[in-house]
Every structure is written in structure tokens, then in C-alpha cells.
């Protein structure tokens, strides 16, 4: 299995793989997104730690049975070789309406086939109101013509 566009990273293609990842993460599909990652691919999201797509799947479940109504935006921070370093913020609300923005760093490392096989993500809340969301677009991906990270000052 292979995910193009494959290491060593252009500015392009790096550009290209965040967005991918990106479009991926808004489906909210566990599976379709662990396609990404390597079969024992290793994490570190805040405090948890899977590894290989089964844990990954599993995660991904969790995270979006308690962050509803979920869209993220990713930005490419960095990139040489085959990693890429990237800051995001995603916004979300729980079952109780309260509304958050979550912002982060992540580290990816990829084999040769374009596959994940290293995540690494830091990431914060910050509780906003329902005014102040910036992502209202129809669940699913970003579209175009929507601002990213740098446009909405985030």
C-alpha cells in the first residue's frame, strides 16, 4: 500500500499531503483515515499513545463520540525529507453544547510508500462561545475558498 506523494517533501508536495490529511481528519472516518498510517504506526496524542491502526481506529472513535460536530484546519509549519511539522486548530462542542477551539503542533514522520509511520501532537483547549466559532462550513471537508489557519489570525 502507498499514499502519494511520497518523501523526500517538496514545498508542494508537503503543502499537498497536509491538506490531505486535513480533508481526511474532517470526514470523521476512523478507517479511512488510519489508511494513512503505517500498520504499526507509533502516536502520542496528548496523553494517549496507540499504535498500529487498530489502536488508531479505536482512538479516532472515541475522540469523535465526545467532539461533536468536529472541523480542523491544518497548516504546514516545516518540512525536510520525509517529516513534516505541522499546527492546526480544530473546533468542536461536547454532548453538553459547551463549544472549544483546540490548537496543536504535530510531527509526522513518513516511510518510503507516503505512509505515516510517526505521530507526534500537542494539543490545548480553549473554551469559546458559540459566537466566537470560526469554522461553519457543512461538516466534511474545508472548503476552497475557506480561510485558512493564517487568514483567520489563528
Known amino acids: 500500500m502507498s499514499k502519494p506523494p511520497f518523501p523526500p517533501f517538496t514545498l508542494e508536495t508537503a503543502t ?4 490531505m490529511a486535513e480533508d481526511a481528519w474532517n470526514t470523521r472516518d476512523p478507517e479511512r483515515v488510519s489508511l494513512a498510517y503505517t500498520e504499526d504506526s507509533e502516536w502520542r496524542n496528548r496523553a494517549v499513545f496507540p499504535s ?3 489502536e488508531i481506529v479505536e482512538f479516532l472513535k472515541r475522540k469523535w463520540a465526545k467532539e461533536l460536530d468536529y472541523r480542523l484546519i491544518k497548516e504546514i509549519w516545516a518540512f525536510a525529507d520525509n517529516r513534516i511539522a505541522v499546527r492546526f486548530a480544530y473546533e468542536w462542542h461536547d454532548d ?3 463549544w472549544y477551539r483546540s ?3 504535530e510531527n509526522w514522520e513518513f516511510d518510503e510508500h507516503g505512509l505515516m509511520r510517526r505521530r507526534y501532537a500537542s494539543i490545548n ?3 469559546i ?3 466566537e466559532r470560526k469554522y461553519r462550513w457543512p ?3 474545508r472548503p476552497p ?3 485558512g489557519l493564517s487568514a483567520l489570525g489563528l
Not at 16 to 19: G, T
Request: charged content about 30%.
Open 16 to 19: 499537498q499531503k497536509v491538506r
Open 52 to 54: 498500529g491502526r487498530r
Open 96 to 98: 453538553g453544547g459547551f
Open 103 to 105: 490548537y496543536g503542533n
Open 125 to 127: 483547549d480553549k473554551p
Open 129 to 131: 462561545s458559540e459566537s
Open 139 to 141: 461538516l466534511g471537508p
Open 145 to 147: 475558498e475557506h480561510p
